[in-house]
Nanobody, 124 residues
Framework: QVQLVESGGGLVEAGGSLRLSCAASGRTFSTYPMGWFRQAPGKERDFVAGIITSGRSTYYADSVKGRFTISRDNAKNTAYLQMNSLKPEDTAVYYC?????????????????WGQGTQVTVSS
């Protein structure tokens, strides 16, 4: 089992940047594909970005492509989400998640472990 803890959320003005971190403990972090998801009030949890175990391949939702960058440092057991050019519609609770299965996927039901979430608020 793996435990995930997100950090780095906060309040930022539109056009600003934030870097989220997801620290993992427990079983070997490098064996898990990772994903970032977000959930706004009254909405479903949506896929934001995914990264395979090696970090060589990454995937993004169309709404964040070109603005967000997912990465991982397996030596530090940490995944990151660099968010640039933030917009008010990016406001949500952001979650990192790990999946046991290989590869990646945008369906949150395919992820097995979740962090507690970190709030990101973008003011206009």
């Amino acid at each position: 089992q793996v435990q995930l803890v997100e950090s780095g959320g906060g309040l930022v003005e539109a056009g600003g940047s934030l870097r989220l971190s997801c620290a993992a403990s427990g079983r070997t972090f490098s064996t898990y594909p990772m994903g970032w998801f977000r959930q706004a009030p009254g909405k479903e949890r949506d896929f934001v970005a995914g990264i395979i175990t090696s970090g060589r391949s990454t995937y993004y939702a169309d709404s964040v492509k070109g603005r967000f960058t997912i990465s991982r440092d397996n030596a530090k057991n940490t995944a990151y989400l660099q968010m640039n050019s933030l917009k008010p519609e990016d406001t949500a609770v952001y979650y990192c998640a790990a999946r046991i299965a290989r590869g990646w996927g945008p369906d949150p039901h395919d992820y097995d472990y979740w962090g507690q979430g970190t709030q990101v608020t973008v003011s206009s």
